[in-house]
């Protein structure tokens, strides 16, 4: 990377194309850096006041603005050496534009090279996105899904007592499984497909036996996702080119969520668009609790999947995803988001079974914020292309039914 932030004699930027966007970025930084330069000169000198008349805020008449023209003369100011330094993403073939390998919209990262994305021209929900109206259908994943219940979404779910757990055989801890479960594991079952109204908790019973698993593996799961259509294009959470999700705005870093259990201290692994397990388990912060995003991928830089510890009380919770993630051109996939939120469940930490339940689940990032529970109530809009309709100062969460 070192040679690429070098320039030769010649003006060319080594490592780039000549005329490539990266080039342009770089070169108009030199030619920016060298107006500042006449600028902080000229400052000084009397012939200086014919330059634009300059107004109580600050600003300038206008004589100033804008680049060089090529006469000779200097004739841009600190909003055209501001103009010259703004960063142009990569162009389709070029690199992606650290940090956080970015590119132009309608595009995505891929092995450093930006390529065309799936969702370009397509409508894309705007960040902070509620997925409640678009991802209604969940389906299991795993060997024991036939003791993974999906359940409806009732009264019950802030209930503090529950229904008899069926006793299925596991007196104990058990074994653990054999290696850790995640999403590219599929695995065969008795797969149930269930769908929630908007504004629903999702509610679940994992009552494990050891018994159905195939292998010796006894873990099962689900996947939120945006149609029975999808899930069945998923099988075993398997994706396929049928499998066609929802385009998501580039940016977001965050799955954030609400979720309790009726058994205090069990742990689930939560994640998203594509496996990537951190094999912490719980992951926790320094003081015991629930991790944020940072401290999630600095424990495990990359991944995508992340072993929570619940508790018996509605708590937020995140599942982050890497700066730059390209969420929407998932390798293998038919584009889109086509899994929002997946679970995976261990019997180890569901000795007797328990109640699960999750609710509010939003993507975001920093700047829109993480805690799901303090977003304003949804707003309906959507983006093309990949820019949101919206702008910085849009509040709420998008929740706009799917256009496509």
Known sequence: MSDLSQGSSNGRVLGHKPGSRYARMQAGAVVAAGFAVIAACSSNSPSNNDAGNSNPDGSTDGTMSGSSSGSGSSSGSSSGTAEAAVIEYGEAGEPCTPPGNTCASGLFCSGGTCQPSSCAGKPSRSLPYNIENDFTTVFTIGPESANFSILP????????????????????????????????????G??????????????????????????????????FTNS?????????????????????????TTISFWAR??????????GSSRPGPCLVTPILEADGGAPDPATEQASCPGDTEFYIQLTDQWAN???????????????GSGGGVWSALSMVVEPQYFTGGAYLFIKDVVWTNAADGVDAGILPPAEAGTSEGGASEGGAGEAGASDAPSGG
Not at 261 to 270: E, Q, R, T
């Open 153 to 188: 979404s009732g009264a019950d779910c802030d209930a503090t007592t529950y229904p008899p757990i069926p006793n299925t055989g596991l007196g104990d801890g058990g074994m653990p499984d054999a290696g850790y479960p995640s999403l590219q594991d599929g695995g065969a």
């Open 190 to 223: 008795a797969v149930q497909v269930a769908t929630y109204v908007p504004s629903s908790c999702y509610e679940f019973l994992f009552d494990p036996s050891c018994i159905t698993g195939g292998q010796g593996l006894c873990w099962s799961g689900a996947i």
């Open 228 to 252: 029975p259509a999808t899930a069945a294009a998923a099988p075993g959470a398997v994706v396929t080119p049928s499998a066609v999700g929802v385009c998501i705005d580039p940016g977001a």
């Open 261 to 270: 259990a009726s058994v205090p201290g069990v742990i689930v692994k939560f």
């Open 317 to 331: 919770y995140t599942v982050s995803l890497p700066a730059g993630e390209p969420y929407d051109d998932e390798p």
